[in-house]
């Protein structure tokens, strides 16, 4: 099932999500499934699960494009425990459509998490895996990339989507 991605404004993307508690049950991997299916409908490396609505500690990744079923990845109560080195680069967020800015991360990144079955995993990311696994994990706890631009560009991004949001396009 492909759920309808939610949009900058809804506070359920700016909230940190609940935690997982259950896994290994068939309603969770439906779920993990829907998820793939919808972030692969909307052309996206990533996605967290509050962009569907359900306030969740549960992200995906495949920074394949679902080219490569050895790079789909499951995060499940996920923390990023160390960030080494710098990367300068162009980032957006399917909740947030249309823009693009700027945005420094870490190059190479280490988060841990639990996986379907609720084991605990160790994924180490450089560059573009290292942008989801930050992107993806601020996502659970209610921070967008824009957190990470200056004010100026924030705020300017803000009014046009207010805009947007008046004339009925967002
Ligand atoms: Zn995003």
Same mark, same amino acid.
């Given at each position: ?17 609940? =935690?997982?508690?259950?896994?290994? =049950? ?26 569907? #609505? ?37 980032? #957006? ?14 190059? %190479?990144? =280490? ?19 290292? %942008?989801?696994?930050?992107?993806? =994990? ?33």
């Amino acid at each position: 099932m492909v759920y309808p991605i939610v949009k900058y404004g809804n506070p359920v993307l700016e909230r940190e999500a609940e =935690t997982v508690t259950e896994f290994d =049950t068939p309603e969770l991997h439906k779920f993990l499934d829907d998820m793939f299916e919808s972030m692969y409908a909307a052309k996206g490396v990533g996605l967290a699960a509050p962009q569907i #609505g359900i306030s969740r500690k549960i992200a995906v990744i495949d920074c394949s494009n679902g080219e490569n079923p050895e790079e789909k990845l499951v995060l499940i109560n996920p923390s990023i425990v160390k960030i080494e080195g710098k990367q300068e680069g162009e980032e #957006g967020c399917l909740s947030i459509p249309g823009f693009r800015e700027q945005v420094r991360r870490g190059k %190479r990144v =280490t988060a841990r998490a639990q996986n379907a079955k609720g084991e605990e995993i160790e994924i180490v990311g450089e560059d573009l895996l290292a %942008r989801a696994l930050l992107h993806e =994990t601020d996502h659970l706890y209610g921070r967008l990339y824009i957190t990470h631009i200056s004010a100026l560009k924030r705020d300017l991004m803000k009014r046009k989507i207010k805009k947007l949001m008046k004339a009925g396009e967002w």
